[in-house]
């Protein structure tokens, strides 16, 4: 089975930084589109940043040119790097990943995504 296991999130004040990290395991190639996405109390989920299989990254306008997502196939980790941060970035972050789908042709839709992680807070003051 594919499991993702978040990790990284805390309390940071504005301005600040912050790096999550996603261990996957249970592929058996890295065919697959990995996708953060947060959710604030009363908000819907949100696509924040997307790496493909090639490496290729993809932004929300709202976080680009603060964020950074990077991947190691040979360590199976998908990172999030978050620069300049702010009130409004305080929420739960999510990674998630495709079935078989190395592309992220729709990676800001939650329901492309088959397999999640727990999630981790992150709260900017």
């Known amino acids: 089975d594919v499991q993702l296991v978040e990790s990284g999130g805390g309390s940071v004040q504005a301005g600040g930084s912050l790096r999550l990290s996603c261990a996957v395991s249970?592929?058996?190639?890295?065919?697959?589109?990995m996708s953060w996405f947060r959710q604030a109390p009363g908000k819907e989920r949100e696509g924040v940043a997307a790496?493909?299989?090639?490496?290729?990254?993809s932004y929300a306008d709202s976080v680009k040119g603060r964020y950074t997502v990077s991947r190691d196939n040979a360590n199976n980790t998908v990172n999030l790097m978050m620069n300049s941060l702010n009130p409004e970035d305080s929420a739960v972050y999510y990674c998630a990943a495709t079935g078989d789908d190395g592309s992220c042709r729709d990676w800001q839709n939650p329901r492309e995504f088959s397999y999640w992680g727990q999630g981790t807070q992150v709260t900017v003051s």
């Open positions: 790496i493909d299989s090639d490496g290729i990254a």
């Open positions: 249970g592929y058996t190639d890295s065919n697959y589109c």
